[in-house]
């Protein structure tokens, strides 16, 4: 049986220097970012020099002085890649940008703690652990993983800096034996520093689709080490 996540996002995050302030529903809107009917439907939970946050139809906004970010559940998720490549493109094309990440997060349900726990003991398994190890067997009740992260460097022979993390941990928002996976694209500047932005500006709308099936293969793979089970 083919296990589907119950929650589902994809993110696209923009680390650099930003006025929260101007990111408003009515600014996306005059600027012609946004439809009007979604500009209409937003709601804005508040607009400051130190954030700005909104919700509108399928789209997520929070924004601080160092961080842009845009989140959906909603396909198709390359709305989000064409909202943030005309805004600092077109609208804010001189917006100092330094790191880039694309983003695919799930909370998925698994049948009994059992089963979450055969997944972080095939993650995470105990007997290297030695004697300790053997007292956190036989059941998740006793201890196990609680969070762990896989990098890989320069995936792609990108610059020295960029990675892809992967982690797994329990779902704090799935009661019941959830498990959330998040798949982290991390993309940097380099050697061009702060001038880089528009060079990552690029690289979201090349990558973006090529960074989305990435995330969703890995996450289907830890997916799968429950599948395995039924």
Known sequence: ???????????????????????????FGLE????RTTVESAELGVAHPNVTQFDAEWLKLRVRPDKFVVETSQAPTIRLSDLVVRTFREKLPHTPIK????????????????ERDRIGRKLA?????????????PDGDHGGMISLTMRQHRPDDRPSD?????????SERLQHWGVYVRVNDHYTAGEQGQGGGAALVDRLERDFEESTRRGEALIDQVMSLAEAEH
């Open 162 to 170: 960029d990675q892809i993390n992967v982690t797994v941990e329990p």
């Open 125 to 137: 398994p105990t007997a290297p652990w030695g004697e300790w190890g053997c007292s956190l067997e």
């Open 32 to 35: 012609g970012l946004l439809p």
């Open 99 to 114: 790191a880039l990440g694309m983003n695919r997060e799930v909370h998925f349900r698994v049948q009994s703690l059992a």
């Open 1 to 27: 049986m083919r296990i589907e996540p119950d929650i589902s996002t994809v993110s696209v995050v923009l680390l650099g220097s930003f006025n929260p302030a101007i990111f408003t529903p009515a600014w």
